[in-house]
């Protein structure tokens, strides 16, 4: 019903900086948030930045002042702008959204992973 579409990630040096973008699609009524999660091999998906639909924003403390989470220009699509990488910023990361569909359900759930590998 929601397909969540990933682009940007790879691999940058120490300092450096890499753009996430997700567009979701489907079945959507509205989008009450969307986000990124980051996951080690083996470890739960760890929260890294989320809007809201009033604009609002959630960071984890690791990337405060450096990740910057926003809504993109086309519809139904958010940014996350990632600064001064470090290398234990490199995992797996997920969007994530939370929708109402139109049929006034809700749907909440991960697109694909895309890796983010930052060399120290």
């Known amino acids: 019903q929601v397909q969540l579409v990933n682009s940007g990630g790879g691999l940058v040096q120490a300092g450096g900086s890499l753009t996430l973008a997700c567009t979701a699609s489907g079945k959507i009524a509205s989008i009450k948030s969307m986000g990124w999660c980051r996951q080690a091999p083996g470890k739960q998906c760890e929260l890294v930045a989320v809007i809201t639909t009033d604009g609002s924003t959630t960071y984890t403390d690791s990337v405060k002042g450096r990740f910057t989470i926003s809504r993109g220009n086309a519809k139904n699509t958010v940014n996350l702008q990632m600064n001064s990488l470090r290398a234990e910023d490199t995992d797996a990361y997920y969007c994530?959204?939370?929708?109402?569909?139109?049929?006034?359900?809700?749907?909440w759930g991960w697109g694909q992973g895309t890796q983010v590998t930052v060399s120290s």
């Open positions: 994530e959204a939370d929708v109402e569909l139109i049929d006034g359900s809700t749907w």
